[in-house]
């Protein structure tokens, strides 16, 4: 019989990925008919890191597990710690705080718009947008001292105040988004190739959203309200009532494809823009610190015996975490879950059937963070079986064994 | 069919780079021949986008403020600071540092007679061009000149 069907690795290592995963596609002519995603490339083991230092020590390694988003993990963590230790951050700081986290999810969804132009073969479209972008990276600069991997956040409060220069620097950006997205809007929603290459690609139902656990914007352009600044609000979200941005409150109808993705995170930028304003007009004044002294920080997480979860909603989705203080200074247990993990599951429906061609566009438009979902490793053993914690350590004891018998 | 996008190239034809080109203009074929040229004056480097107030660059440290209390120690994140117990200071690897001023935060400083207030041991500076082919190189490790006298 003549072989119908042809099989295409992607990955882990491969131009079109920033990020190592692995895509099996087997195709038939153009049409996909068979799927597999094969994650785990870039686990780093980082929980297990922080759950041997200190709590201050983590938070800053917690910045670093996501490349692009370095403030929605750390404000998962200190909103997390917060509601374990029982404390809480004073409203001013809050309110820094939310600015800051807002301000990224304005970067964020400009990158993506980047991408997905990129992917789509618009290198122009990808190089005016993340023109628009630098002003936000350079406001961020101004406020908190880098460009990205801010370190601005701490248990019970912020550590960097706003100042009069920072809070005029903030208002001009705020006016140079709110044309950047009226121009955004012409380009990208109004473009016919644009609406041509993304309608009806990368198609997510209601149904599918929900069985799979999808979340964030993907989510919401499928026509489900959910926001967990909206659901659970925290900080500064509290006194705003921020809803959900769904396509069928701005033009009637839901399609969950990649054109609505689109349209959900332009929308996105501008609630954001209210926000900030907000915000900025209704900055408390007082302190930014609950606990000012880091020694005394440590010593009270020293005293707490306690556990709590905590999520943000970051760019990408929600973001939680799972804290377990258990009397050391740093988390005895510590559990990341990203919102990538959730999205990158979609890969496998939306793939099949759809062109070969299609593909970045379904890869790059949950905008997918490899390092933000590889949360643990397994070993396999030649037959399928999987390892366990005492068989790896057992082998490793053997090994020791052996080597310091050869070295006598 | 013209679109925006394509009167969007059209402007973006007339406008002036929107990119600082540091340090040349353009690559140069031999970077060493650069580097003599400059050196001789001939050729001006354009220099970089100036850093805004607070930036975090390079960790500098002041032995004599030091007092040797290890708090930076505690806190630093990334280990990049070191102990030294012979001199009862610190050595710190600016190759390791993750730039998050949260020893400076921490650093409680020592007053000189005369002086108001604690001056800070530890201070970040502005100074950001740090790539170097050695991570043990003169310019990445700050240490106390002591230490390098007695080869600690």
């Known amino acids: ?408 | 069919m013209p679109t925006k996008v394509m009167f969007l190239i059209l402007k973006q034809l007339l406008e002036k780079p929107f990119t600082n080109p540091f340090p040349v203009k353009h690559a140069p074929k031999n970077v060493t021949e650069l580097i003599e040229k400059v050196q001789k004056g001939e050729v001006q480097i354009n220099p970089p986008v100036p850093v805004p107030e607070g930036f975090r660059g390079k960790l500098h440290y002041d032995p004599e403020r030091c007092i040797g209390c290890r708090l930076c120690i505690m806190v630093c994140p990334a280990d990049a600071m070191e102990w030294v117990p012979e001199l009862k200071k610190i050595r710190h690897y600016v190759s390791r540092c993750m730039f998050c001023a949260l020893c400076v935060d921490v650093c409680p400083g020592k007053k000189f007679p005369g002086e108001e207030k604690a001056v800070k041991a530890l201070s970040m500076s502005e100074e950001f061009l740090l790539a170097d082919y050695d991570k043990y190189s003169d310019n990445l490790i700050e240490e106390p000149p002591e230490a390098k006298e007695k080869g600690i």
């Open chain 1, 1 to 408: 019989m003549a072989k119908s069907t042809y099989y295409i690795p992607v990955g882990p290592i491969h131009p079109a990925l920033k990020e190592p995963i692995r895509v099996e596609a087997e195709v038939e002519g153009e049409k996909i008919v068979k799927v597999d995603v094969k994650r785990g490339f870039a686990h780093r083991g980082i929980e297990y890191m922080g759950m041997k230092r200190n709590a201050i020590q983590t938070l800053y390694l917690s910045e670093r597990i996501c490349g692009i988003c370095s403030i929605s993990h750390p404000y998962a963590f200190v909103i997390t710690a917060e509601k374990a230790l029982g404390i809480e951050a004073p409203p001013r700081a809050q309110y820094i705080r939310t600015i800051i986290a807002e301000l990224e999810r304005i970067h964020s969804h400009i990158l993506w718009l980047g991408v997905i132009a990129h992917e789509m073969g618009f290198d122009t479209l990808l190089f005016w947008t993340w023109k628009g972008r630098e002003k936000v990276l350079d406001l961020l600069e101004f406020i908190t001292g880098n460009r990205i991997n801010y370190s601005m956040y701490m248990i019970g409060g912020a550590r960097r105040d706003l100042k009069e220069k920072h809070i005029r620097a903030i208002k001009d950006a705020i006016d140079y988004y709110w044309k950047f997205t009226e121009h955004m809007k012409e380009i990208f929603l109004s473009d016919p190739v644009y609406k041509a290459r993304t309608r009806n690609v990368a198609k997510v139902s209601k149904d599918i959203a929900l069985k799979l656990n999808l979340v964030g914007p993907i989510a919401r352009a499928a026509g489900i309200r959910m926001d967990v600044r909206q659901d659970m609000p925290y900080d500064a979200y509290a006194d705003i009532d921020v809803r959900a941005v769904v396509p069928q409150d701005i033009v009637g109808e839901v399609y969950g494809d990649a054109y609505d993705v689109t349209m959900v995170r332009i929308y996105e930028i501008e609630q954001s823009l209210d926000i900030i304003e907000y915000c900025v007009d209704n900055l408390p004044e007082g302190k930014i610190l609950a606990i000012p002294n880091y020694v005394a920080l440590l010593a009270k997480i020293r005293r707490t015996k306690g556990e709590a979860i905590g999520a943000h909603e970051a760019p990408r989705g929600e973001v939680i975490h799972y804290l377990k203080f258990d009397g050391r200074d740093g988390p005895s247990v510590w559990k990341v879950i990203a919102p990538s993990y959730n999205n990158i599951n979609s890969w496998g429906p939306l793939l099949i059937g759809a062109e070969v061609a299609d593909i970045p566009i379904v890869v790059a438009y949950i905008d997918p963070c490899m390092c933000c979902n590889d949360r643990v490793a397994v070993v396999k053993t030649k037959d399928g079986n999987e390892l366990g914690y005492t068989e790896i350590r057992k082998k490793c004891l053997e090994k020791t064994e052996k080597i310091r018998r050869e070295l006598k």
